[in-house]
């Protein structure tokens, strides 16, 4: 868990947060042990900026990783309040991660809030729903 921490942590400087000043960053963790890490890329034209969680998954499956690979991410922020996912990353990591992968809050006092894929998004829409 350190190592994601550490490893979220190095990567907010690289956050593109011009616009809201908000830095978040996740680190996902395979089960190979690699780390693959993602930050917000904000844009002008404010619907097409990208959450952390979003860019490091995004990463992953365009190197091959698929959803059986991911055992957990972890969040974090410059913020002493824990931060969750929004909603549309809340889709996609219920997608693209495995229902019981865990899913690590950190604040900036180093706490940590863990919870289960699954349960960030309840009712979830899947693929049966098409």
């Known amino acids: 868990m350190n190592k994601l921490y ?4 190095k990567a907010l400087k690289n956050s593109y947060s011009k616009y809201s000043n908000f830095k978040v960053a996740a680190a996902l963790k395979l089960k190979n042990g690699e ?3 993602g930050v917000n890329v904000e844009n002008a034209s404010f619907g097409l900026s990208n959450c ?3 860019s490091a998954l995004f990463t992953a499956y365009s ?8 055992v957990e991410i972890l ?3 410059e913020q002493d309040e824990f931060i969750s996912p929004c909603g549309a990353c809340r889709q996609v990591m219920n997608e693209l991660m495995p229902a019981d992968a865990l899913v690590h809050m950190t604040n900036n006092k180093g706490e ?3 919870v289960l894929n699954k ?3 309840p009712y979830a829409f899947s693929e049966d729903d098409l």
């Open 6 to 9: 550490d490893e979220a942590k």
């Open 75 to 77: 969040i974090t922020t």
């Open 52 to 54: 952390a969680e979003r």
């Open 119 to 121: 349960d960030l998004l």
């Open 63 to 70: 190197r091959g990783v698929r959803k059986e690979d991911i």
């Open 35 to 37: 780390v693959i890490i």
């Open 112 to 114: 940590i809030k863990t």
